[in-house]
């Protein structure tokens, strides 16, 4: 079975700072994690994906995320906020023993970027 | 769109009614899917299919039905027996399991009063 944690139901940063999105996983296969992007009426817009190359993937807008299998952890991050990216961010894991059905979103976490 | 189109953008029904979402991709994945959205509960699996003619039931499938008759379109029906309609719904498209991940469509958000 898999599943995944956002530590954070909201964060709350200035424009400028970073930005830091937590999100453990538990898998029994190599996982494939996601992250995605929502801003409010919209889909969901892929950010970055981990598929078992490097550990550390860069996505778009800056954000880059680490894969790091001692901690189950695939936290999101951004060195300098930008207003734009205010919306909610989803943290997703599918392994490998899985389907097509089996993808495991996280609840979410939305990040307020304030002036 | 990223390669997948979903419409309305918003709809309203009354309660009782029937109503049937659109989703067509044209990039010729096999596998689409369907979710819901309430707020604080991410994402939730209602139906999927993987090739034409085939679909699968997800976590939520009562009070929804789908079709697959052609590759490029994945239709959802939102039935009267559904409790609680109301809701965001995202449809997607995958290439392969596992490591491929979801393109989502801009959403359909349904009002049922």
């Known amino acids: 079975a898999q599943s995944v944690t956002q530590l954070d139901s909201h964060v709350s940063v200035s424009e400028g700072t970073p930005v830091l999105l937590r999100c453990n996983y538990s898998?029994?296969?190599?996982?494939?994690l996601f992250w995605y992007v929502q801003h409010p009426n919209k889909g969901l817009q892929l950010l970055l994906k981990y598929t078992s190359a490097a550990t550390l993937v860069k996505g778009i807008n800056g954000f880059e995320a680490e894969f790091k299998k001692s901690e189950t952890s695939f936290h999101l991050t951004k060195p300098s906020a930008h207003m734009s990216d205010a919306a909610e961010y989803f943290c997703v894991v599918s392994d490998q023993n899985s389907g097509y059905s089996t993808l495991t979103f996280g609840k979410g976490t939305m990040l307020l970027v304030s002036p | 769109d990223g390669g997948i189109t979903q419409s309305p953008k918003y709809l309203f029904r009354k309660e009782g009614q029937n109503v049937t979402l659109s989703c067509e991709q044209n990039l010729n994945h096999d596998a689409m899917y369907w979710y819901r959205q309430d707020p604080g509960q991410g994402l939730r699996l209602i139906y999927y299919s993987q090739i034409v003619n085939d679909f699968q039931k997800g976590d939520i499938a009562e009070g929804y039905s789908v079709s697959r008759e052609k590759k490029e379109s994945f239709p959802l029906t939102v039935t009267s027996a559904q409790k609680n309609p109301t809701a965001f719904y995202l449809c997607a498209r995958r290439e392969t399991a596992h490591n491929s991940p979801l393109h989502f469509g801009n959403g359909t958000r349904l009002t049922v009063t």
């Open positions: 898998s029994s296969y190599s996982p494939s």
